[in-house]
């Protein structure tokens, strides 16, 4: 492996691992703190985890903190890292119930963020709202509407380390304390045209609070 290549991997491993991770931190606190009920819920949810768990953060008291996990689908919902993925035909084929024939070969995009933002599937997708990740609300959509890390043989290698690495870095901020909007809090959100993965245009600016 000559020195470009492994600078290559070394610049992938970096994207996909640590910078993907980190933004969708940024952008779930950012919710939080506009979203204060959503926060205190999330921040008991966590706090009874630990309790129950002798007061240790374990591997099972974070698989224990099932409203996180709905907050950070929410997060991965409304903020896929990727905002689409691109794909190549490998055989002819026929689209099902339609006269759509993709050749052999042919790049096919898969919107992502489009998915993600369409009523259809989920309504006012504006809004943040944790429960429409709740196991019965699931069950009424299809798996493929949803796909912040793909789906299917071919999705993220690292989806468990990506989750596991969000779940303990919110943990980390709201286990002793809780996130505020402040004066250069920026809202909506614009994305960077400049980046590979979604993040804001202006970074992220919020107050961080200690509890008591």
Known sequence: MDENSIAAQAFVFFIAGYETSSNIIAFCLHELALNTEIQERTRRDIQDAI????????????QDMKYLDMVIA?????????????RRCEHQ?????????????????????GFHNDPKYYPNPAI????????ENKRTRHSYTYLPFGEGPRNCI???????????GIISFLKKHRVETCERTITPIKFSRRSLVTTSEKGFWLKIVQCS
Request: proline fraction near 11%; aromatic fraction near 10%; charged fraction near 25%.
């Open 158 to 168: 690292g989806m468990r380390f990506a989750l596991l690495q969000i779940k303990v």
């Open 74 to 86: 929410e997060t991965l919902r409304k903020y896929p890292p990727a905002p689409m993925l691109s």
């Open 51 to 62: 309790e129950n768990r002798n007061g240790k953060l374990t591997y099972d008291a974070v």
């Open 93 to 113: 084929y026929q689209v099902p119930g339609s006269k759509l024939e993709l050749p052999a070969g042919m790049r096919v995009i898969i919107p992502i963020y």
């Open 128 to 135: 943040f709202d944790p429960e429409r990740f709740t196991e």
